[in-house]
Every structure is written in C-alpha cells, then in structure tokens.
C-alpha cells in the first residue's frame, strides 16, 4: 500500500487570493488523481495525471505531477468560495482499489 | 446522467443488528468498491470486486462480508454491527483498468 502524505490539513483563505496544497509519497506513481469531496457527498474525480513533469489545466485549477512521479501539486488561482471542499488525492487503482491521502480541508472565506 | 447510487443516506441501526448497504451503478462497470470514510483516517478500502461473483478483501475487511451476484450490484454486510463501524462508508465503481473512480453520494451509518 502506498503511503500518501497531503499538506496542509487545513487551509482557511481569503476570496480572491491563490493556494497551493501538495501530495507526497516515498513511492513511484504510476498515476495519480485529485478529487474534490464536498461534505456530505462522494468525492469528485477532477483529474488524472500519469506522465513525469506532467501540467494540467482545470479552468482556474493547475495540478502538476511531479518529475520523479513521488509528488504532485495543486495550485488555485483567484479562490472562490465555490471551491471549499476536501481535497485528495489518491494513488493506485484499476482493479486493485486507489489508496487516498488523508485530504486537506479547503475553506474560501467570502 | 451516469452514477452510482446507495440506498440510504443515512441509517442508524442498532449493536448486533445485521446491517445491508447496497450500491448499484448504471455505468456498466466491472470494478465496484466499498471504502469507509472517517476524521483523522482519510478513506480507507473494505472489499472490491472485478467481477461478478468475485471479491477481494482491502485494507479492513474484518466484520465486514460482501455481494456481488449481478454486475451492477455491489452490497456490503456488517454481519453483527458493532459501534466502531459507525461511519460514512462510499461506494464507487469504474472500467477495468481505468483508475478513475466514480462515487455514489455516500450512507452514514450510526450504530447505537
């Protein structure tokens, strides 16, 4: 089972402003994904990446994977408070079920 | 609109009860999942299945038992609920080989 370490653990920013909340392993990845979870509900699947170096674009939401794939990073330019949520990340899959991060609690103060 | 859905919100049952979660997919999927979700934990994964009639167990399968006799269908068991299987516990589904999951909105169980 791969260990995946996310920070912080809970960010609480202003409307308008930029954040940037990571996802860390010891492990090779051979992909990994980010989810948005709001509360009371299944997280969201927002993105996969599987390519070292790899940078992709969700609107005002930059994920990138890092060169070595241990790492990935997700960046959120002009937050909103629409973007509140529990974030995670998780790593694995296909048939053998994802391992997921612990998350970080996102709170967008108007 | 595709999905994964389970049958109850919310549940509360009682210490000892044996307790039915079912979650059905319309996505024609083979792999389906049960994970577990609690503070401090993250989520962590129970049993899945990549086939009818075929289950594996995950991370912590103990007190736990699964169902799948159609593709669609993928019921958990608490055979004898205790009240540290209190807890919001997810569904998901997705393609063979894909690794991106789609989850059904959740049950929260509270065993009293």
């Known amino acids: 089972t791969q260990l995946l370490e996310q920070s912080p653990q809970f960010l609480s920013i202003q409307e308008g402003e930029n954040l940037t909340v990571y996802c860390n392993s010891s492990s090779v990845f051979s992909s990994l994904q980010w989810y948005r979870q709001e509360p009371g509900e299944g997280p969201v699947l927002l993105v996969t990446?599987?390519?070292?170096?790899e940078v992709k674009k969700l609107k005002r939401l930059t994920f990138q994977f890092g060169d070595a794939r241990k790492d990935s990073s997700l960046h959120i330019t002009a937050a909103q408070p629409g973007d509140t949520g529990l974030y995670l990340c998780?790593?694995?899959?296909?048939?053998?079920?994802?391992?997921f991060g612990k998350g970080t609690h996102l709170i967008i103060q108007p | 609109d595709v999905k994964v859905t389970q049958s109850s919100r919310y549940l509360v049952k009682r210490t000892g009860e044996k307790v039915f979660l079912e979650c059905v997919q319309d996505?024609?999927?083979?792999?389906m999942f049960w994970y577990r979700q609690d503070p401090g934990l993250g989520l962590r994964l129970i049993y899945f299945s990549y086939d009818v009639k075929m289950k594996e167990k995950g991370d912590i399968p103990e007190g736990y038992s699964v169902s799948r006799e159609k593709k669609e269908r993928f019921s958990l068991i608490l055979e004898s609920a205790s009240t540290n299987q209190t807890s919001m516990y997810l569904c998901?589904?997705?393609?063979?080989?894909?690794?991106?999951?789609?989850f059904g909105s959740g049950t929260r169980l509270t065993v009293v």
């Open positions: 998901a589904s997705s393609f063979e080989g894909a690794n991106g999951y789609t």
């Open positions: 996505m024609d999927h083979e792999n």
């Open positions: 990446v599987v390519t070292g170096g």
């Open positions: 998780a790593a694995g899959g296909g048939a053998d079920g994802l391992t």
